[in-house]
């Protein structure tokens, strides 16, 4: 059917008047118009630039390596009162070990030196002849020893002075006789000397000399006899007094090496104990300086800690601050050193405090697992520029999001990568 003349439309019936009306010239150019927009798409697309950012996420920290509070030893975690993102102060308490096993450590060490400290004053007044003075249980007990050693010394003391009082009474004895025996020798010789005149002239007899002879040889043994006595007696006397001086001596070198050993023991004593006593006071776990914790001991009070084990990890605030983040390692390869970041944290809303601008530092070259679980992660450092305004409050340990340019790309290849990538693997599949 040929179309209806324009002029005879409007005698046509309508439906003919619909399908043979001309179209209006919007109508006649939509397919030029859309022809031209999609070119002027494509276009733009392929020159118009777009940022390509990796995203990653991490946690304020400073620039002073963290501080790891660590038992000495193994040890029960009695109480912990801090947590994660606290404020604390130097010289707070943040958590305590039990500390049973040193605390009886400390009370022994305590007891023995108080019992030398007891026992070094006792022989140090035995030294100086007084008695000795002090307090505590230990000082009674060598004030107890004190009067039974010098008991038993004096008894000892006054056994040897009476031995030697005996030989000097023998002595001066023996020094009375003397002259009575010189006389009665010198008599005996006297009256020798009458009898045998008195035989020479012949009035006398033989038996009165040989009698006067035996009467003058009786005194003159009971002379030597004497003065062998008094010899011996007097080296008698010399062996007893150097007995009582030996025995002084004795008495006093022993005190002295008892000294002398007692007193490095008692140093030795008292290291330990000083050591003991540290270690006890090291199982209340305080603030070194202040900061901000980033983690405790995952198990709570009661947990068993052993010497590897950290209870409290605090970062130290008042230095200078960075950013840690987690690189997935499909994203290690975009970013570069140097690359700039925009770094939003989590607890400052960035449309209301804005963005911190910083810079990408370094990547760790070999990746770790999350202790949560997840993908391997590169660590990185993020350096805030030095003209970067930091919100007020901020504080080690707060998590953020950051964004590192690493580079542009338009449109058309954002939209084209997927299908390329796509056309690539689909045809390098095998055939079925």
Known sequence: MSPVARDALPFQPPLVQVRDAPLPWLLQ????????????L??????????????????IVTDDPPVVL???????????????????????LLARLDARDPATDV?????????????IARIEAELGDRPLTGEGEEFALQARIQRERAAAEAAQRDQLVSALAQIDSGIEAALEGVPALAEAVATAREIETMHETLLARQSGTRLAVNQARLLRLDAE???????????????????????????????RQSRLEDLAGLRPRLAVIERQLSQATDRARLYDLRAPQAGVVLS???????????????????????????????LLSRDVGLVHPGDPARIKVDAFPWRRHGLIAGRLSDVAPSSS???????????????????AALPDGLMPGMTLTSDIATGHRTLLTYFLDPVLNGLSESLREPRS
């Open 107 to 119: 009370a022994v060490l305590a007891a023995e030196r108080a019992a030398l400290e007891a026992e």
């Open 29 to 40: 150019l939509w397919p030029f118009g859309s022809a031209a927009l999609l070119v002027a």
């Open 42 to 59: 494509v276009t733009l697309a392929a020159f118009v630039p777009i940022d390509v950012v990796v995203t990653a996420e991490g946690r």
């Open 369 to 387: 697992l999350p202790s949560g679980g997840g993908p391997a992660r590169h660590a990185a450092r993020l350096a805030f520029d030095g003209d």
């Open 296 to 326: 405790v001991a995952e198990g709570g009070p009661g947990s068993l800690m052993t010497i590897a084990d950290p209870v409290v990890v605090i970062a130290p605030t008042g230095g200078a601050m960075h950013a840690e983040i987690g």
């Open 221 to 251: 043994t009971d002379s030597r006899e004497n003065m062998a006595r008094l010899l011996s007696l007097r080296q008698e006397r010399e062996t007893a007094a150097a007995r009582l001086a030996a025995f002084e001596s004795d008495l």
């Open 70 to 92: 660590k038992p000495l030893g193994s040890a029960v975690l009695d109480r912990l009162l801090v947590h994660p993102g606290d404020a604390v102060e130097p010289g707070q």
